[in-house]
Nanobody, 125 residues
Framework: QVQLVESGGGLVQPGGSLTLSCVGSVLTLDYYAVGWFRQAPGKERERVSCISGATGAATYADSVKGRFTISRDNARNAVDLQMNNLKPEDPARYYC??????????????????RGPGTQVTVSA
């Protein structure tokens, strides 16, 4: 099973910023598409962003476009999610995942089956 470890969550005020990191402990991530998704209490898991392994192209949910940026840091074997202008609707536990293919989006099967710990993002004044 692919092991990805999320970190970087925390408590910020509305309008604040956080950078989440997804690090591969076994898999070398730079070849593969990696996606971030989130789940708030009582809600379904929601895709947030994905970066392609083939082209490096990024996709975003409409709710985060213009505020979030996904990028790779190959030296750290990581995929980061820079989150700016955080809003009250952004709090959730954030997870990363890969299908071990080069293409976005990450499959429903992988997202629903992910059992990583995630990292909690809280937005509160």
């Amino acid at each position: 099973q692919v092991q990805l470890v999320e970190s970087g969550g925390g408590l910020v005020q509305p309008g604040g910023s956080l950078t989440l990191s997804c690090v591969g402990s076994v898999l070398t991530l730079d070849y593969y598409a990696v996606g971030w998704f989130r789940q708030a209490p009582g809600k379904e898991r929601e895709r947030v962003s994905c970066i392609s392994g083939a082209t490096g192209a990024a996709t975003y949910a409409d709710s985060v476009k213009g505020r979030f940026t996904i990028s790779r840091d190959n030296a750290r074997n990581a995929v980061d999610l820079q989150m700016n202008n955080l809003k009250p609707e952004d709090p959730a536990r954030y997870y990363c995942a890969t299908d071990e293919t080069q293409h976005c989006p990450i499959s429903d099967h992988t997202i629903l089956g992910s059992r990583g710990p995630g990292t909690q993002v809280t937005v509160s004044a």
